[in-house]
C-alpha cells in the first residue's frame, strides 16, 4: 500500500517562494519514480517535475529555471522548491508515485497519487 501525503502549500505573491514537501509511505522508496503535478480549474492535470529512480530530472518548459525537484534528507520525502513564483502557477499540486524506473511527464502514467496541496500565487 503506497500513501502519499503533501504539505507546504499556501498563498504568496507573485515572485515568492514556496517548498511543497511530499512524505511518501512505500517499503521501498528507491523502488519508485517520483512526480509533482498540478491542475488548475477547468485545466487537465499535467507534470511540473519528476525524477527517475537514478535520481535524473524532468522539468516542465513553464517551470525550467524555477523549480527544483528533490529528494529530501529525510526519509522518503520529495520535495519541490518553486521560486519566481507567477500568478499561472495557481493550482492544486499533486505529489505521485510509480514502479517505473522512467519518470514519464503525463500523470496517466503513474499510479499512486497524494490528495493534492494548494498553492495560490496573487
Known amino acids: 500500500h503506497v500513501q502519499l501525503v503533501e504539505s507546504g502549500g499556501g498563498s504568496v505573491q507573485a515572485g515568492g517562494s514556496l517548498r511543497l514537501s511530499c512524505a511518501a509511505s512505500?517499503?521501498?522508496?528507491?523502488?519508485?519514480?517520483m512526480g509533482w503535478f498540478r491542475q488548475a480549474p477547468g485545466k487537465e492535470r499535467e507534470g511540473v517535475a519528476t525524477?527517475?529512480?537514478?535520481?535524473?530530472?524532468n522539468y516542465a518548459d513553464s517551470v525550467k529555471g524555477r523549480f527544483t525537484i528533490s529528494k529530501g534528507n529525510a526519509k522518503n520525502t520529495l520535495n519541490l522548491q518553486m521560486n519566481s513564483l507567477k500568478p499561472e502557477d495557481t493550482a492544486l499540486y499533486y505529489c505521485?508515485?510509480?514502479?517505473?524506473?522512467?519518470?514519464?511527464?503525463?500523470?496517466?502514467?503513474?499510479?499512486?497519487w497524494g490528495q493534492g496541496t494548494q498553492v495560490t500565487v496573487s
Open positions: 505521485a508515485a510509480d514502479l517505473a524506473y522512467r519518470a514519464s511527464m503525463r500523470a496517466e502514467d503513474f499510479g499512486y
Open positions: 512505500v517499503y521501498t522508496y528507491s523502488s519508485y519514480s
Open positions: 525524477i527517475d529512480r537514478d535520481g535524473s530530472r
